[in-house]
């Protein structure tokens, strides 16, 4: 299994096309709130086509989402359409089983794409009613002529290793649950090297060293872009959790691995790396 956004040629493409509107086979992505509204196939799930929705107003307003294995997409920015024939709404943690792996995708950025839209419905300087842009992915405002891109919000996450060690933590929020990596949003003003030696100090009370850039992926669920590092830091040091984020953090070796994520995001590239020598 590769990381889920890593899709291969034709499966998936973001370039954002101006588009009238979905024809009546044209696959189109409805939530409410979180959970997106799928149709329940033989096979298991499909996004449902136009011509299959149910209570659609007469003016119902839609925004060209992306292109999933050669077909436009849609979402729809209208409220909430009702299940039946077929279609149910799904929790979007329904992701890490879904297969094939390009729905599992397209469902994670058109939840990004559904929030974005839904927080900017009018001008935050204004109030005016914002415009869609023809020719790219933006909001424009007819009042103050500000122009609005999705906003990403950059993350560190970092395998901290010592040796044939690495460092892995429990969240507070996750009681009982998988151990992982440190991790934490980048602040004003701070390189992404700064927010690793940060993030690590403020968690589990460690100073590191020898940082690197690893890999970086994109995480709808959050609006992020993860960086992925690799530090190392000394085992002689004491782990002081801070109790708010971090419950417990332990040093680990590859044949004694806790649970923990699996590859379908960085943190468990960078695990599976760390099991195969590929960081140290």
């Known amino acids: 299994m590769n990381v889920i956004h890593e899709l291969g040629p034709g499966l998936f493409d973001a370039s954002f ?28 799930l499909a996004l449902p086509r136009c011509h299959e929705l149910m209570g659609l107003p007469e003016e119902a ?79 424009y405002c007819p009042g103050c002529e500000a122009v609005l891109y999705p906003q990403i919000a950059p993350a560190v996450i970092v395998a901290v290793t010592s040796g044939q060690k690495i460092l892995l933590a429990r969240s507070s929020a996750r009681p009982g649950g998988w151990y992982s990596l440190i991790s934490g949003y980048v602040d004003i003003g701070e390189t992404l090297e700064a927010a690793v030696v940060r993030e690590v ?11 690197r850039y690893v890999v970086s992926q994109p995480w709808p669920l959050s609006a992020s872009l993860m960086v992925g590092f690799v530090a190392e830091a000394s085992e ?45």
């Open 17 to 44: 096309r101006h588009l009238s509107g979905p024809g009546p086979v044209d696959r189109v992505l409805c939530f409410d709130r979180n959970n997106l509204l799928w149709k329940i196939v033989e096979e298991g």
């Open 61 to 139: 307003e839609f925004i060209f989402a992306f292109t999933l294995c050669d077909e436009p997409c849609y979402l729809y920015l209208g409220l909430p359409l009702p299940e039946g024939n077929g279609l149910k709404y799904r929790d979007p943690y329904l992701f890490r089983s879904l297969q094939p792996a390009e729905l599992a995708w397209a469902s994670l950025l058109g939840l990004q794409l559904s929030a974005w839209y839904a927080h900017h419905r009018r001008c935050g300087m204004c109030g005016s009613v914002l415009a869609h842009m023809e020719d790219e992915r933006a909001l």
């Open 201 to 211: 100090q403020e968690e589990v009370g460690l100073s590191v060293h020898g940082i």
């Open 236 to 280: 002689d040091q004491e782990i002081r959790v801070d109790g708010n984020e971090i419950a417990e953090a332990a040093w680990f070796t590859r044949d004694r691995l806790p649970d923990h994520p699996p590859l379908l995001g960085i943190a468990g590239e960078l695990i599976e790396r760390f099991r195969n020598g590929e960081l140290c």
